[in-house]
């Protein structure tokens, strides 16, 4: 469900939970912040922007092959 602490050190390269907070909110990502000081991430928020585009990707040039009999 969320990120383990090792996880968000990985993440954002910081150990101390100030730090994180602050590389996650200028990369974007929404995180709450538990009883302990320490962000709180869903997974699935970093899958959503790290994770595979759900947009095909569109060709650059026409398909002049279809115009050939």
Not at 15 to 44: E, T
């Amino acid at each position: 469900m969320f990120l383990s602490k090792k996880e968000l050190q990985e993440l954002t390269g910081y150990q101390r939970p100030s730090a994180q907070i602050r590389w996650l909110s200028r990369n974007g990502y929404r995180s709450a912040v538990g009883a302990d000081g320490c962000p709180k991430v869903l997974k699935r928020m970093v899958y959503a922007k790290l994770g595979p585009s759900t947009h095909q990707a569109i060709d650059e040039e026409p398909d002049f092959a279809a115009l050939v009999r």
